[in-house]
């Protein structure tokens, strides 16, 4: 009796170490072991491209032939280990449009953020980010413009691009917000093409010109740096429903030496699935730097077409 005893314990033991290794998901059917997630990497991706096309032909309304492409693409990814975490994020916009032979662009962002943060407690923690913004092409000023020309060249990639290396405190009340505080936040204006030089005259009629000053950055030069400056980030990524969900950012940079002309930038993606792989994305971008413009700028796009939607986030 005493060896059937020993084992059963022994069988026990056994069943119990293996436990220790894996999920054990049963059914009617049949037992599966699951090897447990031990995994500190979420990631998540969101592409989508939209497409409209218009001909006419005799058509006594009138018309213009038209076709327009546009693709958007949020990504991230996090990781996270006991205090420390690292989250990653690339918003990219891309679109163009073509009426009566000629192409426009219609859609154009880069937007990288990394974080890497450190908890102190429960809702705060310490962070040094990474902040990058510029455009994938060229881009053209098509009104406005002096007799005979058609378009006018004002940007490109990396003219202007920024990066901004800011450290600080963060607060994080849950998983889908963020505001984070920095009071020391240098950021790198780059101009790697002077070609976009320009001035504007009293009729607002832009005319190049080689030793103007654009996007801060100084004649002669092709990177403006200010090093004392503070910088303010909201994000927040949540679904508003089943089938909705908003990817909002808010930042505000604020040099030291010229407080009156803080720099403010809102993004903003709204995306609506009609079915798994069709949806409507509204995209919104509003920004004010009176290196720029001394007027607010908008970019709003609106599309349906097709999405990819794929995610390892774990649901809290």
Not at 60 to 85: C, D, H, I, Q
Not at 139 to 165: D, H
Not at 183 to 197: E, H, I, K, M
Not at 247 to 269: C, E, G, P, Q, V
């Amino acid at each position: 009796m005493k060896h059937y005893v020993y084992l059963l314990l022994g069988w026990l033991a056994c069943q119990s170490a293996q436990a220790q290794d894996s999920t054990i998901v049963a059914n009617f059917k049949d037992t599966v072991a699951v090897k447990p997630d031990t995994s500190y990497w979420q990631r998540s991706f969101s592409g989508g491209i939209n497409f409209n096309q218009a001909s006419f032909n005799n058509w006594t309304g009138g018309g213009v032939n038209s076709v327009a492409l546009g693709a958007v693409v949020a990504a991230r990814a996090l990781y996270e280990k006991e205090r420390w975490s690292w989250d990653n994020t690339a918003d990219l916009q891309l679109g163009f449009v073509t009426q009566a032979g000629l192409t426009r662009k219609a859609a154009d962002q880069i937007l990288l953020n990394s974080v890497a943060g450190y908890k102190i407690s429960p809702k705060w923690d310490m962070f040094g980010s990474g902040t990058f913004t510029s455009f994938f092409t060229s881009g053209y000023r098509y009104t406005g413009l002096a007799p005979g020309q058609t378009q006018f060249k004002v940007a490109n990639f990396l003219a202007p691009g920024q990066l901004t290396i800011a450290w600080g405190l963060a607060y994080k009340p849950n998983g889908w917000f963020a505001l984070r505080v920095s009071p020391f936040a240098p950021r790198f204006t780059f101009l790697a093409d002077q070609s976009v030089r320009f001035r504007e005259g009293a009729d607002k009629i832009p005319v190049r010109d080689p030793n103007a000053t654009v996007y801060g950055v100084e004649p002669g030069r092709s990177i403006r740096t200010e090093w004392l400056a503070l910088q303010l980030q909201a994000a927040l990524t949540r679904n508003l429903s089943e089938n909705v969900s908003i990817n909002a950012k808010y930042l505000l940079f604020a040099n030291y030496k010229t407080l009156n002309a803080i720099d403010h930038r809102i993004d903003i993606i709204l995306t609506a699935k009609v079915s798994r792989y069709i949806s409507t994305t509204l995209g919104i971008i509003a920004l004010f730097d009176k290196d720029f413009s001394s007027d607010w700028q908008l970019q709003q796009t609106l599309g349906i077409g097709l999405v990819y939607n794929v995610t390892t986030f774990r649901k809290k």
